[in-house]
């Protein structure tokens, strides 16, 4: 069981004391507290869903952060209180730690992936777009261009997906595209100065010395000498 887990089944342990303890009053106070407990972690397995698809989000947006440990630490102690409970102001702390330094530290996880999300999507989709565009001006076949252009332009959006949960699965979805649209460039475009060229292009730092025999009898192969113009610098 991992660590955000052991919230949800300690509480039946909990319940299994009542009957163990001596005293009726500590029996009504467990009893109290269970209640608050129960009241406060309600909503947990909601929780430890939403944790669990942020931790994968983290991994996706390849994000290492010092909130990723706060949840995970602050997880792992609750868990570790209300699987050792003994009385009930041990499982007051554990309740109390849940709502003000869990259920916070979640939020302000949630709010650092969702930034790190626009970087991530600027960083790997934006440049697609002028490739694509430049695919389609330069007439390579099946589309390619139309659907790296369309593949960029829906990864750009996710950052703004309304939940966690589907940002996560279009991330995956528009990163298996594009590395699928990747390789089928790449048997389009040769790696060697073409590829260099082409990418120069899109980088808007292609220079005349980058026309090399290679370079031009492809562009003439693909029919796109006269998409382009000189000018100087």
């Known amino acids: 069981m991992d660590d955000v887990g052991e919230m949800t089944w300690s509480l039946k342990q909990v319940e299994d004391l009542l009957p163990q303890l001596p005293s ?25 869903q939403r944790i669990r698809t942020l931790m994968e989000l983290a991994d996706v947006l390849e994000c290492s952060s010092d909130l990723l440990d706060e949840v995970r630490d602050a997880a792992l102690e609750i868990g570790e209180e209300l ?13 109390d730690e849940y709502r003000r330094t869990l259920i916070p530290a979640v939020g302000r996880l949630e709010h650092a992936l969702r930034e790190r ?41 996710l950052a703004t997906q309304g939940t966690v949960a589907e940002m996560l699965s279009g991330l995956r979805t528009r990163l298996a595209e594009l590395d699928a649209l990747q390789r089928e460039r790449s048997t389009r475009i040769p790696d060697g100065e073409v590829g260099g060229f082409i990418a120069a292009l899109v980088e808007e730092r292609a ?24 000018r100087p610098r």
């Open 24 to 48: 009726a009053v500590e029996r009504r106070k467990l009893g109290e507290r269970l209640r608050e407990a129960v009241q406060a972690l309600r909503a947990a397995p909601q929780q430890i």
């Open 83 to 95: 699987e050792n409970v003994s009385d009930p102001e041990v499982l007051h702390t554990a309740t």
């Open 117 to 157: 999300c626009r970087v991530f999507t600027a960083e790997r989709f934006q440049p697609q777009v002028g490739i694509g565009k430049l695919l389609t001006q330069m007439h390579v076949p099946d589309n390619l261009g139309e659907r790296l252009v369309a593949c960029a332009q829906q990864g750009m959006q």
């Open 207 to 230: 220079t005349l010395a980058m026309v090399t025999p290679d370079v031009v009898q492809w562009l003439a192969e693909h029919g796109a000498l006269e998409d382009f113009v000189v």
